[in-house]
């Protein structure tokens, strides 16, 4: 494989020599299944043959390699020719660590420093939790997980972990002080994560006591303002700033249109496959909170932008899941968020200034458009997928026209 991308045989010689002797071959015919050209790999293979040599010249083995033996050799290059080190190279040394960690080759990353592994081992537990127990999806883990690691490191900060000495001082002091700079939609969110955090350390017998009870509600009004969705000449105005001659524009175009018509979460964009997709039966399988699997029904117009999308731009790729990267290497999209940048990109082209600017504000739009279409509340309910009829409730406030007919008039003098 490297005699494809090097034409000298010093240095094909030299990449197979050293620590990553029985895997450079396997990791560059990797590179190439991720859709990297064969013309830009030697130069991203460039800072892998400084690495190696500066192995051999070290005497460092394949079980040394970790991250800080990539700072040492960052600082060493730096040292040597400054301004070499760049963002694209690491991030090849970083992918070459990875593909040896997948082959078990070196042992997994560390990413806390050694005075936090009693807190970062006891939020990887508390993480399992929330996904093996609680279902949750990964942004709902991510946000639980940062607030309670941010709650340990200021109750204990480098000291020994005793949870047994966590007071009700500890928790409402955080949490006073988190809403001094949140606001109270944010403040409520740390009440939950701590009472959530609590109740895990209870279950594992960690503390004894029942501390989740003493966090209070935070104020806040249910339902305070009308959600806020896009009209007909804004959501036309988002799709027309997907250029579908191009590959990331019929990917976009399909990932916009599935949202505003279905009024998919992010995340459950994220999660779709190829095998979700019922074509005959004209149904799609959606992943939702807690691990639940719905289905519905595949509107035409959406499922002519997704066989567009498959057929002219989707990669070729190992992955099944629907939406991919456009450019190397070629996978799933990294996280939710990916989703929610596209919408917010397409919002800024479209010259639509709305105060909410992600991914929810086009599941806003689609139950929005259902409402006034003609559909019944416990309809707009079983589109997006809601528990509660409470929860769905909340969009009667946008349905004037139909509101105003048993609206009482205001009295007069």
Request: glycine letters at 6%; a positive charge; hydrophobic letters at 40%.
């Amino acid at each position: 494989m490297l005699e494809r991308v090097f034409k000298s045989e010093w240095i094909v010689q030299q990449l197979r020599s050293g620590p990553f002797a029985d895997h450079i071959d396997d990791f560059v015919e990797g590179l190439t299944e991720q859709g990297y050209g064969l013309k830009n790999l030697p130069s991203r293979l460039g800072p892998i043959s400084d690495f190696n040599r500066w192995l051999i010249a070290k005497r460092y083995s394949l079980e040394d390699l970790d991250e800080s033996r990539i700072e040492e050799f960052i600082r060493y290059r730096v040292k040597r020719r400054p301004g070499s080190v760049r963002a694209g190279n690491i991030f090849t040394v970083n992918l070459l660590i990875a593909h040896l960690r997948d082959r078990r080759c070196l042992p997994p990353a560390c990413p806390l420093p050694s005075e936090n592994g009693e807190i970062q081992e006891l939020i990887l537990s508390y993480v399992q939790y929330l996904r093996g127990e609680r279902g949750l999806c990964d942004s709902s883990i991510e946000r639980f997980s940062n607030i309670a690691r941010d709650f340990l490191l200021e109750v204990f900060e480098t000291g020994e972990v005793c949870l047994e000495r966590v007071t009700r001082r500890d928790i409402l002091g955080f949490i006073t002080r988190c809403g001094e700079r949140f606001s109270s939609r944010g403040t409520q969110l740390v009440a939950t994560a701590l009472r959530s955090l609590l109740r895990f350390l209870v279950t594992t017998g960690a503390i004894a006591s029942e501390l989740a009870e003493c966090i209070p509600s935070v104020r806040g009004w249910r339902a305070a303002h009308l959600p806020e969705f896009l009209t007909d000449k804004e959501v036309k105005q988002l799709l027309r700033t997907c250029d579908r001659r191009t590959a990331k524009g019929l990917r976009n175009y399909a990932m916009l249109l599935i949202m505003l018509r279905l009024g998919l979460r992010a995340s459950e964009v994220l999660h779709l496959k190829l095998d979700d997709i019922d074509w005959r039966g004209g149904i799609i399988a959606v992943q939702g909170k807690r691990g639940r699997v719905e289905t519905l029904p595949l509107p035409h117009d959406v499922g002519e932008a997704l066989v567009a999308y498959i057929r002219r731009a989707r990669p070729q790729c190992s992955s099944r899941n629907l939406f991919i990267r456009i450019r190397a290497p070629r996978r799933e999209l990294n996280d939710s968020r990916s989703i929610g940048t596209i919408v917010r990109r397409a919002l800024v082209a479209a010259g639509i200034n709305s105060q909410s600017k992600g991914a929810h504000l086009l599941r806003y739009t689609a139950a929005t458009r259902t409402l006034r279409q003609g559909a019944a509340l416990f309809e707009v309910g079983d589109l997006l997928r809601h528990r509660s009829v409470d929860t769905t409730a909340l969009y009667a406030k946008v349905d004037v026209t139909r509101l105003s007919e048993i609206a009482t008039p205001w009295p007069t003098a």
